[in-house]
């Protein structure tokens, strides 16, 4: 079991930046699928980006604007959001996968989930 906890929520304005975090603790598989999710209320959670084995992928709706990294020696996966829209405001998830992934995962896939950080963005 892979436990997971996110940090570095908060409230910004338009255009603002914030970084969040995603502590994981417990047996990590080497190359394995690590990602971040968002969902506000009434939603389906959203896959937003994915870090497996080096490769990287994002989808549409954050591409240019969210980075997602990974410091492997601290088991902590990052997500940087920059000009930030009032449509990203919502819940944030970091999920993991013990296996490699290719590509922008339905969460529906993903057992390990953090409890989730606020993200609020005023206009």
């Known amino acids: 079991q892979v436990h997971l906890v996110e940090s570095g929520g908060g409230s910004v304005q338009a255009g603002g930046s914030l970084r969040l975090s995603c502590a994981a603790s417990g047996y990590i598989v080497s190359s394995s699928c690590m990602g971040w999710f968002r969902q506000a209320p009434g939603k389906e959670r959203e896959g937003l980006a994915f870090s497996s084995g080096g490769r990287i992928y994002y989808a549409d709706s954050v591409k240019g604007r969210f980075t997602i990294s990974q410091d492997i020696a601290k088991n902590t996966l990052y997500l940087q959001m920059n000009n930030l829209k009032p449509e990203d405001t919502a819940m944030y998830y970091c999920?993991?996968?013990?296996?490699?992934?290719?590509?922008?995962?339905?969460?529906?896939?993903?057992?390990?989930w953090g409890q989730g950080t606020q993200v609020t963005v005023s206009s």
């Open positions: 999920a993991y996968g013990s296996w490699r992934c290719g590509g922008i995962i339905p969460h529906s896939k993903f057992r390990n």
